[in-house]
């Protein structure tokens, strides 16, 4: 079963606002979930994380997240989205290994189309 | 400049040959990893290393070694290619014990097997 879930497309307008939704599996108390972008080229591009233990939502720049742990969803929002944002966005839950190394469990990630 | 540079970018291999994928780091981290992201698929956690030791293993085949030469190197050794290896696959690297905007990846090697 997949542990992190994500919606496999969606679109938006130029200047509008997307959001990007994530759910994931986890029993641990504290982790993270980061947010990638992949480019066209392949590069994994690290846009935002997310502290389990922060109830404060982050924000970096044109981006920031929706936490509600609860639930054990995130979404990541994307204001004023331009055309060059198209590209696929994954989710990454993160926890500490028993080897006390971090993994990051991907979901299959979400294809954002901007439209100008 | 690339702070983690991955070589090469393409590979074309034949079933059955033996390929080394190399990755360098130059962000001063402990820790490297090996992930793969085959078609249509998530990335997938393969290795973990930490001050050049072993700590984490979730590949199945013994067919894929890391190697790590120096601190800032992990080397992936994938040996008996099989066409199902087809896939990308990054290096990334962290600071031990963290697990936040450090966590940085390379630009990915292509590797078709034919």
């Known amino acids: 079963a997949q542990r992190v879930t994500q919606v496999q497309s969606t679109g938006s307008s130029q200047w509008g606002e997307v959001t990007l939704d994530c759910s994931y599996e986890?029993?641990?108390?504290?982790?993270?979930i980061l947010w990638y972008r992949q480019l066209f080229s392949g590069e994994m591009v690290f846009l935002i994380y997310?502290?389990?233990?922060?109830?404060q939502n982050q924000r970096s720049g044109h981006y920031s997240v929706v936490f509600q742990k609860s639930f054990k969803s995130i979404s990541l929002v994307i204001s004023a989205s331009q055309p060059e944002d198209s590209g696929t966005y994954f989710c990454?839950?993160?926890?500490?290994?028993?080897?006390?190394?971090?993994?990051?469990?991907f979901g299959s990630g979400t294809q954002l189309t901007v439209m100008p | 400049d690339p702070k983690i540079i991955q070589k090469p970018k393409y590979l074309v291999a034949v079933t059955g040959s033996e390929k080394i994928l190399i990755c360098e780091q130059y962000?001063?981290?402990?820790?490297m990893y090996w992930y793969r992201q085959s078609a249509k698929k998530p990335l997938e956690f393969m290795f973990s290393?930490?001050?050049?030791?072993?700590?984490d293993n979730q590949t199945a085949s013994s067919r894929f070694q890391p190697q790590s030469s120096k601190k800032n190197h992990l080397d992936l050794q994938i040996t008996a290619l099989k066409p199902d290896d087809s896939a990308t696959y990054f290096c990334?690297?962290?600071?031990?014990?963290?697990?936040?905007?450090?966590?940085?990846f390379g630009s990915g090697t292509r590797l078709l097997v034919i």
């Open positions: 986890t029993s641990e108390y504290s982790y993270l």
């Open positions: 290393y930490s001050y050049q030791k072993l700590m």
């Open positions: 962000l001063g981290h402990n820790a």
């Open positions: 990334a690297s962290s600071q031990e014990g963290h697990a936040n905007s450090d966590y940085t």
């Open positions: 990454a839950l993160s926890e500490l290994e028993s080897s006390g190394s971090w993994q990051l469990i």
């Open positions: 997310q502290p389990s233990f922060d109830t």
